[in-house]
Nanobody, 127 residues
Framework: VQLQASGGGSVQAGGSLRLSCEAS????????MGWFRQAPGKEREFVAA????????YYADSVKGRFTISSDNAKNTAYLQMNSLKREDAAVYSC?????????????????????WGQGTLVTVSS
């Protein structure tokens, strides 16, 4: 599956952005999706994940209550709504897809277990 992330940009602290991750090439609903981010000089870190059927979601503590992950199988797209952005949220955000069995409602937290990655989209946050 090919993943295309978009929606990054520059916002002031306290602002909002919505990232999109559009999938093509395979059946989107076969995949659990995740968002990760990497700030300059830091390792890539987990942000949020959603199960293939959308029934389970999981967030990093640093974004809990501010970010929301969702997916729309009809549009083959996963989203990351980011509210109340802080300067420390600035990073390159990447989406990833992990193929799951049809019965699975699991999320995938381990970046090394994802099968496909999209290119990153840059988010900058100014004070």
């Amino acid at each position: 599956v090919q993943l295309q992330a978009s929606g990054g940009g520059s916002v002031q602290a306290g602002g909002s952005l919505r990232l999109s991750c559009e999938a093509s090439g395979r059946t989107f609903s076969d995949y659990a999706m995740g968002w990760f981010r990497q700030a300059p000089g830091k390792e890539r870190e987990f942000v949020a994940a959603i199960s293939r059927r959308g029934g389970s979601r999981y967030y990093a503590d640093s974004v809990k209550g501010r970010f929301t992950i969702s997916s729309d199988n009809a549009k083959n797209t996963a989203y990351l709504q980011m509210n109340s952005l802080k300067r420390e949220d600035a990073a390159v955000y990447s989406c990833a897809a992990d193929r799951k069995p049809v019965w699975s409602n699991d999320v995938q937290l381990n970046q090394y277990d994802y099968d496909y990655w999209g290119q990153g989209t840059l988010v900058t946050v100014s004070s």
